[in-house]
């Protein structure tokens, strides 16, 4: 009997400890708990890139592609949020950019949640802008900053957009639904 009141005591614990210590993390190998969640993604660990996944978002003067970061680490790690975006021209001049973060003409917005990469997999968003000459900027380059923070890629863009705006959805682990 003390066996069992032992046995349920622990059970009762290691339940309130899981609670209390965090929730379940999604991951691209399944979900992990509290004691084997990854870490928050340290600068460098993540590497970012526009795809051609997606070469139709073209239309009514608005033109997309969908942005990629890949853990380049050893270890699973998570971040959220939505990409930080710089145009720059010709020499890597600094263009003003406006981004805006919600839907884009092309996809729906996932919202703000945490992804977690495996060593070796990548996350998308999608972005957008337009051209249709209107205070248009002859852009160069894309900085695309995976977390916001200062660390980030320089990537070839040349586009033509409008005024430097962008609009952009949140990182998903899957690609965001057109």
Same mark, same amino acid.
Request: glycine share 14%; net charge negative.
């Given at each position: 009997m003390s066996l069992s009141r032992?046995?349920?005591?622990?059970?009762?614990?290691?339940?309130? @400890? *899981?609670?209390a210590g965090g929730s379940a993390v999604a991951s691209a /190998?399944?979900?992990?708990?509290? &004691? %084997?969640?990854a870490e928050a993604c340290q600068?460098?660990?993540?590497?970012?890139?526009?795809?051609?996944?997606?070469?139709?978002?073209?239309?009514?003067n608005h033109e997309g592609t969908y942005l990629?970061?890949?853990? @380049? *680490?050893?270890?699973?790690?998570?971040f959220s949020?939505?990409? /930080?975006?710089?145009?720059?021209? &010709? %020499?890597?001049?600094?263009?003003t950019t406006e981004t805006t973060r919600g839907d884009t003409y092309f996809v729906q917005d996932p919202?703000?949640?945490?992804?977690?990469?495996?060593?070796?997999?990548?996350?998308?968003?999608?972005?957008?802008w337009t051209h249709t000459g209107e205070d248009?900027?002859?852009a160069r380059y894309l900085q695309i900053s995976p977390t916001g923070s200062n660390s980030h890629s320089t990537v070839p863009f040349e586009k033509v957009v409008d005024g430097g705006a962008l609009t952009v959805t949140a990182w998903s682990d899957t690609l965001p639904a057109s």
């Open positions: 032992t046995a349920i005591a622990t059970t009762a614990v290691l339940s309130l @400890v *899981g609670l /190998g399944g979900s992990q708990t509290a &004691a %084997g969640a600068p460098g660990a993540l590497r970012a890139a526009t795809s051609d996944i997606d070469e139709h978002q073209v239309g009514m990629k970061v890949t853990n @380049v *680490g050893d270890s699973a790690c998570t949020g939505y990409p /930080g975006l710089a145009l720059e021209g &010709a %020499g890597h001049t600094a263009i919202g703000e949640h945490e992804v977690t990469l495996q060593a070796g997999d990548s996350a998308y968003a999608d972005l957008a248009a900027v002859d």
